[in-house]
């Protein structure tokens, strides 16, 4: 769930280079879904969620990440850091997984980022 779909979108095309696939807007829940994807052949989709009511739909946050192959993570994480997000480990190499670093989007989830 995002607090501000604008932003989260700008986040995910502009610093990850996600497109938008899809856009569900539920009016009978308050709801609008937006889903992102790699371009083709990557696999990986990402459905932000906002709702458009005032009711209180927060969630616990468990410390759960979400694993993204995003090609150069040195490249991305600097764009992240470039848009103002915050970089919570600088890429590095680690044995048997290749480059990785970690970001957080707008709306402070931690996203561990892979090379390839």
Partial sequence: MVQDLDRAIDFYTSVLGMEQAQRLDVPDMNLIEVILVFPPGRGAAVVLMQYTDDADHTYKDDGGKLVLRVGD???????????GHEVTREPAEYPGFGKIAFVKDPDG???ELLDG
């Fill in 73 to 83: 993570c040195v490249a991305v994480a600097e764009a992240a850091r470039a848009a």
């Fill in 109 to 111: 989830h931690t996203l």
